[in-house]
T-cell receptor
């Protein structure tokens, strides 16, 4: 079955440093979605990328979808303490009725 | 405000007991989902439903049951057959994508934390 891997599993950064998490799927995806879950909270949808090679920005966050539509990345510039949480990628296999498969997440800690 | 309401927030289950987790949405979404999240882990799909009176098993359906009698409601029952029920349960909903596929962004409720007594 489809597998979605995320690395790293954990990341500690000093406030102001940059952060990147990577997402890799075993199968081609029809789209890639990113979610953020604050400690003790629920996942919140951040963004969806659909096109091969697509890049989208949300303030300090940059999202990229790979050319082969099997990988993606989320980059945060100059992290802030409000960025703390777990970031999940999720994607449905292309050409399939299967549901979203979530990655295992990257837990970000920002040290003040 | 539109959203998803899960109740209760915390639930305790005794040995051999079935418990039901509630999930209600007023977003007029066709698709609803139940996920299980264990500490430090990702989300695993238990069941999903794309239309009233129809639902499909996810990756870890054993020991769980659901119903979808109304578009707004998708309750999950954790049966006594689920031997390790302690987890964080999340309900979500979404619109359906092209060809009725559930590949669209999902909105989540606040979750229910289930523990064994």
């Amino acid at each position: 079955g489809q597998q979605v891997m995320q690395i790293p599993q954990y990341q500690h950064v000093q406030e102001g440093e940059d952060f990147t998490t990577y997402c890799n799927s075993s199968t081609t995806l029809s789209n890639i979605q990113w979610y953020k879950q604050r400690p003790g909270g629920h996942p919140v949808f951040l963004i969806q990328l659909v096109k091969s090679g697509e890049v989208k920005k949300q303030k300090r966050l940059t999202f990229q979808f790979g050319e082969a539509k099997k990988n993606s990345s989320l980059h945060i510039t100059a992290t802030q303490t409000t960025d703390v949480g777990t970031y999940f990628c999720a994607g449905p296999p292309s050409g399939s009725a299967r549901q979203l498969t979530f990655g295992s997440g990257t837990q970000l800690t920002v040290l003040p | 405000d539109g959203g998803i309401t899960q109740s209760p927030k915390y639930l305790f289950r005794k040995e051999g007991q079935n418990v039901t987790l509630s999930c209600e949405q007023n977003l007029n979404h066709d698709a609803m989902y139940w996920y299980r999240q264990d500490p430090g882990q990702g989300l695993r799909l238990i069941y999903y439903s794309q239309i009233v009176n129809d639902f499909q098993k996810g990756d870890i359906a054993e020991g769980y049951s659901v119903s979808r009698e109304k578009k707004e409601s998708f309750p999950l029952t954790v049966t006594s057959a689920q031997k390790n029920p302690t987890a964080f349960y999340l309900c979500a909903s979404s619109i359906l994508g092209g060809r009725g596929i559930s590949n669209q962004p999902q909105h989540f409720g606040d979750g229910t934390r289930l523990s064994i007594l």
